[in-house]
Structure formats: structure tokens, C-alpha cells
């Protein structure tokens, strides 16, 4: 199996992408903290991973990426129950109704940069002085080709994902001679039930102008796939990378 002997933090973990990789990666050996905000999501993936193949070991923790309280009790869960840490997932995000900037308020701002920029920063701040002593340590920040494009959501979510990949390249740079790996995938349209409920009409029919030529849309276990790639030893010579995972959408 690709994943012995490692463990892993997964945000996100109760539904959707988050789900699909804590389970792949409990399936392929590691030992998986599954974090999300709804609990009773998290400990149906854990029992879905004891009775799945290979009887996968995750254990279920209820955080909320935005308090840094709850990312502190996430990351010290790894090395409570299993004894380390190798592998953060910050897959943990929210979107942003596709709210353009002269409808974007304070609040829902605040909220997607909380979730999904401050919430990865948080994670990655704890994990780096574990990696560093270890000198070895893998992060993969489930990006967007929102990050790469100007108008596939809204102003905040789009502006979140360009920060994400920023991220990614400066600590993917900045730690690769400590051991440390930073990668970002980057999906385009996938099957998840993340909250797309009561977009605003301008901002939805500014991001919707491109959607014809989406050539199809993906499932999370396709997600999880490049994500298990970039844990692998596999992928040691990628660092500060993003890979697009999109069917070809931002190839036209």
C-alpha cells in the first residue's frame, strides 16, 4: 500500500472531496484524522473506512477550520492518536454565491478568507516546526481553477483561491531543503454538495459565460486520485506545484 506507516490530516473530511480522500488514503494504509465541521459526517466516513476494503483507520474529529482553536486540537489529534503526523489535506472550503465585488459585504468576505485562506494558513503553520524537526512532510491544498482564472465564481472565492496557490508556491519554495513538499490541485467542476444555494443573479451570469465549454464534470474520487499522487513518493520531485484536474477546461 502507498500510504504504510503514514498519517494524515484531512479537512473537509465529511462529504464530497474531503470524504473521498480520507478514505482512499485509509484504503492505501494511512492512518487519517478526518476533520470537518458536522461531526456526524466525519464518524460516517470512519465507519465507512472500518468496514471498506482493507478495514481503513480514521478517526473523526469535529473542527472548524476558521477557529484556530479548533485547527490546534485537529493537528495535536495526529499525534494524540497515532503518534505523528506526514500528510496535511487542507481541503476544507466554502463558496461565495457567486457574489461580484459591488454586491460582496464585509461578512461573507470575511468568511471565505476565514475558511478558505486563513483556515489553510493556520493548518500549515501548525505542521511546519513537525515537519521541520522530522525533515520530511507532505501538503496538498485543494486549490480551484478558480485561483487561475478570473471569473469562475465570485470575487471573495476567487480571490481565496489565488491566495491558496500563492500559498502553496511560497512554502512549497521556502521549506524544500528542510524535506517539505507543498502542492495545490487545482479541480475544475466536480460533484460535491458544497453550498451553491441563492447565487446572485449578475455574478452567476458573469462566471456562467464559460460554462458551455466545461467539457465535463468530475467526481471526487477523481480528486482523490491526484491527491494520493501528490502524497506519494511518486511525486517527490514536484513542489510549489498545481496540478489542474478539469477534463481540459482550462486548456480552451
Known amino acids: 500500500m502507498i500510504l504504510t506507516n503514514k498519517v494524515a490530516v484531512v479537512t473537509g473530511a465529511g462529504s464530497g472531496i474531503g470524504e473521498?480522500?480520507?478514505?482512499?488514503?485509509?484504503?492505501?494504509?494511512?492512518?487519517?484524522?478526518?476533520?470537518?465541521?458536522h461531526?456526524?459526517?466525519?464518524?460516517?466516513?470512519?465507519?465507512?473506512?472500518?468496514?471498506?476494503?482493507?478495514?481503513?483507520?480514521?478517526?473523526?474529529?469535529?473542527?472548524?477550520?476558521?477557529?484556530?482553536?479548533?485547527t490546534q486540537r485537529m493537528i495535536d489529534a495526529a499525534t494524540t492518536q497515532f503518534?505523528?503526523?506526514?500528510?496535511?489535506?487542507?481541503?476544507?472550503?466554502?463558496?461565495?454565491?457567486?457574489?461580484?465585488?459591488?454586491e460582496i459585504t464585509d461578512d461573507l468576505w470575511e468568511q471565505v478568507l476565514a475558511v478558505n485562506v486563513t483556515g489553510p494558513m493556520r493548518a500549515i503553520r501548525k505542521v511546519l516546526p513537525i515537519f521541520m524537526a522530522q525533515e520530511s512532510g507532505c501538503i496538498i491544498n485543494v486549490a480551484s481553477i478558480g485561483g487561475l482564472a478570473g471569473s469562475r465564481a465570485g470575487v471573495a472565492y476567487t480571490s481565496s483561491k489565488h491566495a491558496v496557490i500563492g500559498m502553496t508556491k511560497n512554502i512549497?519554495?521556502?521549506?524544500?531543503?528542510?524535506?517539505?513538499?507543498?502542492?495545490?490541485?487545482?479541480?475544475?467542476?466536480?460533484?460535491?454538495?458544497i453550498d451553491l444555494s441563492d447565487p446572485s443573479?449578475?455574478?452567476?451570469?458573469?462566471?456562467?459565460?464559460?460554462?458551455?465549454?466545461?467539457?465535463?464534470?468530475?467526481?471526487?474520487?477523481?480528486?482523490?486520485?491526484?491527491?494520493?499522487?501528490?502524497?506519494?513518493?511518486?511525486?517527490?520531485?514536484?513542489?510549489?506545484?498545481?496540478?489542474?484536474?478539469?477534463?481540459g477546461w482550462m486548456a480552451y
Open 172 to 193: 512549497g519554495f521556502q521549506y524544500t531543503k528542510l524535506g517539505i513538499r507543498c502542492n495545490a490541485i487545482a479541480p475544475g467542476g466536480v460533484k460535491t454538495n
Open 201 to 247: 443573479p449578475f455574478g452567476s451570469q458573469k462566471a456562467g459565460e464559460g460554462m458551455a465549454s466545461m467539457p465535463r464534470t468530475g467526481e471526487s474520487s477523481e480528486i482523490a486520485s491526484v491527491a494520493l499522487f501528490l502524497a506519494s513518493d511518486a511525486a517527490s520531485f514536484l513542489n510549489g506545484s498545481v496540478i489542474t484536474a478539469d477534463a
Open 83 to 102: 503518534g505523528g503526523l506526514h500528510i496535511l489535506v487542507n481541503n476544507a472550503g466554502i463558496m461565495d454565491k457567486m457574489t461580484p465585488a459591488h
Open 39 to 70: 461531526l456526524a459526517n466525519v464518524e460516517a466516513v470512519a465507519k465507512k473506512a472500518e468496514k471498506g476494503e482493507g478495514h481503513g483507520v480514521v478517526y473523526p474529529v469535529k473542527a472548524d477550520v476558521s477557529k484556530e482553536e479548533d
Open 20 to 37: 473521498a480522500i480520507a478514505l482512499l488514503f485509509a484504503r492505501q494504509g494511512a492512518k487519517v484524522i478526518a476533520a470537518d465541521i
